[in-house]
């Protein structure tokens, strides 16, 4: 059974930066796609950052391009998110997902999601 183990969250003022991190294990093959989403209070799950399996593609949302950063190494089953000049508006549940095959960007292409790690931003 596919884990994913999320860490980095926490609180940080307006244009700070945090790093995200997940692990991936228990998963079949190692050809598999992972991604970013997040949850704010009262909003729908909404998409953040994904990688291809070699890390060579990305995507990220227009709301976080040229904010956030993701990237993976693969000898560790890692994925990070690397979030600077933070808003308030960035505030959410930040979750990692995993699928096998190719690079998704809509939260029901995802098979496997990680428990959330909460990011405050202050203002």
């Known amino acids: 059974q596919v884990q994913l183990a999320e860490s980095g969250g926490g609180l940080v003022q307006a244009g700070g930066s945090l790093r995200l991190s997940c692990a991936a294990s228990g998963h079949s093959s190692s050809y598999y796609a992972m991604g970013w989403f997040r949850q704010a209070p009262g909003k729908e799950r909404e998409f953040v950052a994904a990688?291809?399996?070699?890390?060579?593609?990305?995507y990220g949302a227009d709301s976080v391009k040229g904010r956030f950063t993701i990237f993976r190494d693969n000898a560790r089953n890692t994925v990070y998110l690397q979030m600077n000049s933070l808003k308030p508006e960035d505030t959410a549940v930040y979750y990692c997902?995993?699928?096998?095959?190719?690079?998704?960007?809509?939260?029901?292409?995802?098979?496997?999601w990680g428990q959330g790690t909460q990011v405050t931003v202050s203002s």
């Open positions: 997902t995993l699928r096998y095959g190719a690079t998704a960007t809509r939260a029901g292409e995802y098979d496997y």
């Open positions: 990688i291809s399996v070699s890390g060579s593609t990305t």
